[in-house]
Each structure stands twice: as structure tokens, then as C-alpha cells.
């Protein structure tokens, strides 16, 4: 397997920056499906209003405005007037269709601010490479395919649709307008709910494809992974010289806080514990350093070095060991065990004095 070859899932950096880059997985199928859908719907029920506004403006303007004087101001007010007209009918099917595509494309992606694809990229000014992603593309293939599936859709439902009433508009010429309007809305009705519902299908297959081409789009090679993980997390050499280096630092200050230390509690020899107290300033004993093995014999050699007192409790150095950290203060459980040690260093400290 070549090392190039994208074989592993995106990672969420991956992931984060194509989404800022406007590339997710949308399919402007199921979008137009459901904005179809919804217009039609909403022209069934406004179509009465729609036609009974249409016969009324109609008659206004044959009433009134062929009997006024032709002049540039008749004519504004007119203008205005068919422009309101439009607005009106048309307004609430825009703003119906609008809304629906907004909510569906919310559904897909969710909220998607993306200002950088309004940056103009100058590659793709590159017609060579248009041309070759128009014509030899896989995702221009499929395009196509999907482009041939809806015109023979369309047809194949148009052409049932009509055959089955065929005889009925044959029998226009001797019905009413409103009988005729009725027929051609019926028709028009049926014809639109079946294609959207196809369409919605249709749609919806495109969004399961559109998130595999996603996903397909944005894996990464392992070589890939790894520079994202070292560009994050640093290269394990540097991690680990970074690592022994705060290791380094955090042993010199512990070995520092050593000399201010009340007691070094051992077990003798395995572990080292040493906690400090001062009686006017704090209310419980901190541990100020710790070590097992040879790290707690330098410990105590720190501590004889300094004239720290060291006294020997195994259960109770091995549980301070294992239980409290560097700079952490002892837990409740282990107040009786410390105080009674503290209690015998502070009467051996008073018998030397004495």
C-alpha cells in the first residue's frame, strides 16, 4: 500500500477547516425536493385567493385605467400599482420556498458560517481545469446520470398523469372557465406531489451518497495523521526531552522544599515521604516531596544533610506514597497517623533543646 493513499477516516482538525471552507455533505436535491414540495403545496391553498386577487386587479384595470388620460403620471401610478399587485401574489410563495430551503439546509448541516468561500480563489479561474473536472470527473458523471433520472421521471409521471385525464380536456371547449380551472389545477396538483415525492426519494438517496463522497473526500493518509498529530502535540523527541525536562525541574524545586520539611516518613528503605507543618501558618500538613527506590534514599540524604527528622512508619509511608500527591495536603483519613509522628518529632525536637 503506497504510503500516500488516503486509506484513514479525517480527523476532527480535518474535519473543523473543510467545514470553515463551506465543505460538507449537502444534497441541493433534497433541498429542491422539499422547496418543490412546499410551493406547490402553498399554491394549492392560495391559488382561490390568487385567482380571485388576479380577476379583481383585472377588472380594475379595464374599469378604470382605459378610460384615464395616457400621461407619464397615469402610467406610475399604474406601474406602482401592478408592481404591489405582484408583490402580493407572489411574496408568500417566495417567502414559503426561501424558508423551506433554509430549514432543510439547517437540517443537513446545521448553522454554516463560511466568509472565506466568498474569497475568490484564483485557481479556479483556470479553464483547462474546469473543462477536465466538467467532462472526466466521477462527480460529473454523477451528476449527469442524476440529471437523466429526473427528466425521464418527470416525463414517465407527466405522461400518466395526462393520459389518464386526456379525455377530460378534450371536453374543455364545452365547460366553464371555472370547470376548466378546477381540471387544470387538479391536474397540475397531482402532477407536482408525485414528482416532489420522487424527488424527495431521490433526495434523500443523494444526501446518503453526497456524506459517503464526504467522507471519501476528506480521509487522509497515515503519513497525513501523523504530521497533524506531531504538528499538535510536538514530535516524540521533542515531547519527551520537553517531558524529562519538567521532570528535571520539578525534582530540583522538591529537593529544595526538603530542608523546610517538618519529617521524612520512610518505610525504610522503598519509599520516602516528606511533610512539612507549621503550627502558626497552616491548618494541614503538605507533602513537599516523595520518591521510592533510589529517589527516597537521595531524599533522605537531603534530609540528614539538612537535620530533617527521620522517623520510620511503613503502612503510613506506603499510603502517603500511593495516595497523596507533591504539594497536596493529607486526606482526612491519615490526620491521626500524621499528628501522632509530628507529636513525636516536635517532643524529640524539645528534648534536644532541652
Do not use: C
Not at 503538605?286 to 533510589?294: M, R, T
Amino acid at each position: 500500500m503506497a504510503s500516500g493513499e488516503k486509506t484513514e477516516k479525517a480527523t476532527p482538525k480535518k474535519r473543523s477547516e473543510a467545514r470553515k471552507e463551506g465543505q460538507v455533505a449537502k444534497s441541493k436535491e433534497l433541498s429542491s425536493a422539499f422547496t418543490l414540495l412546499f410551493s406547490f403545496l402553498m399554491l394549492s391553498f392560495w391559488f382561490k385567493y390568487m385567482l380571485h386577487e388576479i380577476i379583481t386587479f383585472t377588472n380594475k384595470i379595464f374599469m378604470n385605467y382605459f378610460e384615464m388620460e395616457l400621461s407619464i403620471n397615469n402610467f406610475h401610478t399604474l406601474l406602482i400599482e401592478v408592481i404591489v399587485f405582484i408583490a402580493k401574489i407572489v411574496a408568500p410563495l417566495l417567502l414559503v420556498s426561501a424558508l423551506v430551503g433554509v430549514a432543510v439546509s439547517y437540517i443537513q448541516v446545521g448553522f454554516l458560517y463560511t466568509p472565506k468561500v466568498l474569497i475568490p480563489k484564483f485557481s479556479k479561474l483556470n479553464p483547462l481545469k474546469g473543462i477536465k473536472q466538467i467532462m472526466f470527473s466521477k462527480r460529473s458523471l454523477v451528476e449527469l446520470i442524476k440529471s437523466i433520472m429526473k427528466i425521464t421521471i418527470v416525463v414517465s409521471i407527466a405522461y400518466s398523469t395526462i393520459k389518464k385525464v386526456a379525455g377530460k380536456f378534450s371536453m374543455l371547449t364545452n365547460s366553464s372557465w371555472a370547470s376548466s380551472l378546477n381540471l387544470i389545477g387538479d391536474t397540475a396538483y397531482s402532477l407536482a406531489t408525485k414528482i416532489s415525492a420522487v424527488f424527495i426519494i431521490l433526495g434523500i438517496a443523494d444526501f446518503m451518497y453526497q456524506k459517503w463522497q464526504h467522507e471519501e473526500d476528506l480521509k487522509m493518509s497515515k503519513q497525513e495523521v501523523k504530521q497533524e498529530r506531531e504538528n499538535a502535540e510536538g514530535k516524540p523527541e521533542v515531547k519527551s526531552k520537553r517531558r524529562q525536562k519538567q521532570q528535571e525541574m520539578a525534582m530540583s524545586r522538591m529537593m529544595q522544599d526538603i530542608p523546610d520539611a517538618s519529617v521524612v516518613i520512610t518505610n525504610p528503605t522503598h519509599f520516602a515521604v516528606a511533610i512539612k507543618f507549621e503550627m502558626d501558618e497552616m491548618d494541614v500538613p503538605i507533602v513537599v516531596a516523595k520518591g521510592q527506590d533510589e529517589l527516597a534514599l537521595r531524599i533522605k540524604e537531603v534530609a540528614k544533610e539538612n537535620n530533617v527528622e527521620i522517623v520510620e512508619e511503613k503502612p503510613l509511608a506506603r499510603a502517603l506514597y500511593r495516595l497523596v500527591d507533591v504539594g497536596e495536603e493529607i486526606p482526612l483519613d491519615l490526620y491521626q497517623a500524621v499528628a501522632e509522628v509530628l507529636a513525636y518529632v516536635y517532643q524529640l525536637d524539645q528534648e534536644r533543646r532541652s
